[in-house]
């Protein structure tokens, strides 16, 4: 049995079929496995980029969890001060959870120059403040330094420079409202040591950054009040959970919110890439499929009488059944290869030169950002493997409804 086997093996291979009437079904077969995977790669890798990198920018400006007042909730700008005089504060112990937290405060201005004037929000930071997460936005300058003495250099946006037409070293007048009526406007100049560009239009149009001593004096606070924490979590997949231990946390009078709840329309938005990406992948793999069944049906039909001979020969039809399910496995592994190669070629293609650009104002980023992780791909090779041997099972089964005798005379 072992020498029918043999043969039979050595009869159906893909050499074989160069100059065979199957030869185009072959390499439809092995071009759409290939072309499945490649799709499947880029849709994974793209979707789960944008995902992460727009929460990456939303964490980079607010925090993943926010702390305020309840009074503070409607607005960007910080109304009623809270105490740092607090158990969470300056290292959040009791939820494990945590990965930094830092003390902000915001208020809204106006910036006036001789040529134009936009308005702000104001956010002030102080020693705690993690310049990472903006650092790699900075287009120009440098991050300043509010640990020492208080100082005017603040980090502005390019989309607010560019508006302005400042540049950095430039200096600016902002003006501050105070509360009540009839009060004239309190007037701070600020230095620019930095422009970022975080592409996410909603914080570029927005949003100054500068020492937070400058709010405390405008509201008359206390050196110890701000206007609010912000709660970076050290897994975001976490964040809800985490959220929940955090408002247990804190005192009754302070409010939790996480970035999520904060900007659902942004987060509801990203979760229909995990219904695309499915219907994606559903879509490749049935592709793939339905084309490896014709492929396999069309070599059981031009292979009826070796498949007669075989069964003369006293081969079982499970075993002429493996024969061609191996052949089928050859095509499958050969548009895998390809498919792989081709596919992790355009991501590091992308992830090196940003080839493909996004508009900012639909997107959020300017380049289409990839996430390249080999468990993910490693999972769509074992899913399309299997689904595909799965399915490869139903046309062979043909096999054994042929009859060695008509077989043997088909032509």
């Known amino acids: 049995m072992n020498l ?193 560009n975080s592409g996410f239009q909603e914080f570029d149009a927005t949003y100054i950054v500068g020492d937070i001593r400058h709010i405390q004096r405008i509201n008359k606070w206390k050196p110890d009040q701000v206007g609010a924490f912000e709660v970076f979590v050290k897994d975001f997949d976490k964040i809800k959970e985490v959220g929940e231990q955090v408002y247990e946390q804190t005192g009754s009078t302070l409010d939790t ?35 490896m069944v014709v492929a396999l049906l069309v070599l059981i039909l031009e292979r009826t009488q070796m498949i007669g001979i075989l069964k003369a020969l006293g081969a079982s039809n499970w075993t002429v059944r493996k024969v061609f399910l191996y052949n089928a496995s050859y095509l499958i592994f050969r548009g895998l290869f390809w498919g792989n190669l081709i596919g992790l070629t355009i991501l590091l293609i992308q992830q090196y030169f940003g080839v493909i650009k996004l508009n900012p104002e639909s997107y959020y980023v300017d380049q289409a950002p990839v996430y390249i992780n080999f468990g993910y791909i490693l999972i769509l090779n074992l899913l399309t493997i299997v689904i595909c041997f799965l399915v490869l099972l139903i046309p062979s089964y043909i096999i054994t409804k042929i009859s060695p005798v008509k077989a043997i005379r088909y032509d």
Do not use: C
């Open 257 to 291: 919110k996480t970035i999520i709840e904060k900007y659902s329309y942004i987060f509801e938005w990203l979760q229909l890439f995990d219904f695309n990406i499915i219907v994606i992948l559903v879509v490749m793999i049935v592709v793939a499929t339905i084309n």
């Open 4 to 196: 029918e086997y043999f043969i039979a093996k050595r009869l159906v291979t893909a050499k074989d079929y160069k100059s065979s009437i199957s030869a185009p079904i072959i390499k439809i077969a092995i071009a759409a496995i290939a072309i499945g995977m490649i799709m499947m790669i880029i849709s994974v890798a793209t979707g789960i980029g944008l995902q992460q990198k727009i929460r990456e920018k939303i964490a980079a400006f607010n925090g993943h969890i926010i702390i305020s007042n309840f009074d503070n909730n409607q607005s960007e700008a910080t109304l009623t001060p809270i105490s740092t005089n607090q158990s969470f504060y300056p290292v959040f112990k009791s939820v494990s959870g945590v990965d930094h937290i830092q003390a902000i405060a915001s208020k809204a201005g106006i910036i006036r120059t001789e040529t134009a004037f936009e308005g702000i929000i104001f956010k002030g930071v102080g020693a705690d403040y993690r310049w990472d997460n903006i650092k790699e936005y900075l287009v120009a300058g440098r991050l300043p330094d509010y640990g020492q003495n208080l100082n005017e250099e603040v980090v502005i946006s390019q989309f607010l420079a560019n508006r302005l037409k400042l540049k950095v070293g430039d200096a600016f007048n902002t003006f501050f409202m105070k509360e009540g009526e009839n009060k004239l406007p309190n007037i701070r100049r600020f230095k620019i040591t930095g422009i970022f």
